[in-house]
């Protein structure tokens, strides 16, 4: 084996249960865009499970991008392009931009619309002018009725875990740009850009599924 493939230990934990979100919320057909794919893992979990769908990686970090190109290698699937780059604090994204993976044409888009966008453990390891560009690129990319899909840990109000207060103030350290996002403040910016909240769906560990729709 090759290899550039890295380990995130918590996409072994984080995959079973959400994929069984997944499968509930997301529009049958159509090309699903991950945003931060990481290191490629949730990918190729995900894509076989989830056919008729698509499953198209994106990764700003090009260590990460080698990591998913790996995972792929190893663990092919027909419905798993590899990974293009993409800021989300950019605008135009990369793929508006017409940058594709290279086993993606432009007929695959035609054919399959990206229909729903995934981003799973991001917003709180970024500044905040990230989720407001996830946000911005989810309304220009997004047909009407389709999905953004978001995961991981949350402040609510009162009512935050322990756990992610001190996951919160570990992440403040590591950097003051990050930290554990108030799920209220994300729902607003959500719905400035015309995303409506749909679901919010406990998941181990503390952590959050939340589900909007353009
Ligand atoms: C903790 S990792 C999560 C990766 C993967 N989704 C997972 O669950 O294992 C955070 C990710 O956010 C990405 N990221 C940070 N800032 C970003 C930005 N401005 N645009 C796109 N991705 C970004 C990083 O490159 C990294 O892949």
Known sequence: MSDRRLNAPATERNSEPILAVLQRVLPPTGTILEIASGTGQHGIFFAPRLQPRKWLCSE??????????????????????????????????SIERGELPDNMTTDDLVTDPITAIVNINMIHISPWQACLGLMAGAKRILPPGG???????????????????AFDRSLRESNPAWGVRELDEVILVAESYDLKLLEVVPMPANNLSVIFQM
């Open 60 to 93: 700003n970090n090009p260590e990460l991008r080698l990591s998913i190109a790996a995972w792929q290698d190893d663990q092919p699937s027909a419905n798993l392009y590899g990974a293009i780059a993409l800021d989300v604090c950019e605008n135009p994204w």
């Open 147 to 165: 999905i953004l899909y978001l995961y991981g840990p949350f402040k609510q109000k009162d009512q935050t875990a322990p756990s992610n207060l």
